[in-house]
Nanobody, 126 residues
Framework: VQLQASGGGLVQTGGSLRLACAVS????????MSWFRQAPGREREFVAAIRMGGDRTYYGDSVKGRFTTSRDNAKNTMYLQMNGLRPEDTAVYYC????????????????????WGQGTLVTVSS
């Protein structure tokens, strides 16, 4: 499956952005889908996920209460609504997808995913 992330940009502290991840296949509900981010010199960090077969969502501790992920099955697209952005949110954001059982259990780990988008840069100015 191919993923295309979009929506990144430059925003001031406290602002909002919505990222989108377009999926090349239908039935995206059969995938565990997630967002990760990576800042320069740092490891890839789990941001949010929606597990396969349902709409339950999971979030990294640093974004809980500020970010919301969702998916539109009719449009084959996953979204990440980011509110209350902070300079420490600056990173390249990646979407990922997998149909493996590992991704259902280990949705927070990059190694659980076999398909990745190209990344979109989010820069939050102070």
């Amino acid at each position: 499956v191919q993923l295309q992330a979009s929506g990144g940009g430059l925003v001031q502290t406290g602002g909002s952005l919505r990222l989108a991840c377009a999926v090349s296949e239908r039935r995206i509900s059969s995938y565990t889908m997630s967002w990760f981010r990576q800042a320069p010199g740092r490891e890839r960090e789990f941001v949010a996920a929606i597990r396969m077969g349902g709409d339950r969502t999971y979030y990294g501790d640093s974004v809980k209460g500020r970010f919301t992920t969702s998916r539109d099955n009719a449009k084959n697209t996953m979204y990440l609504q980011m509110n209350g952005l902070r300079p420490e949110d600056t990173a390249v954001y990646y979407c990922a997808a997998s149909r493996t059982s590992d991704s259902r259990a280990y949705y927070y780990m990059p190694v659980a995913y076999d398909s990745w988008g190209q990344g979109t840069l989010v820069t939050v100015s102070s």
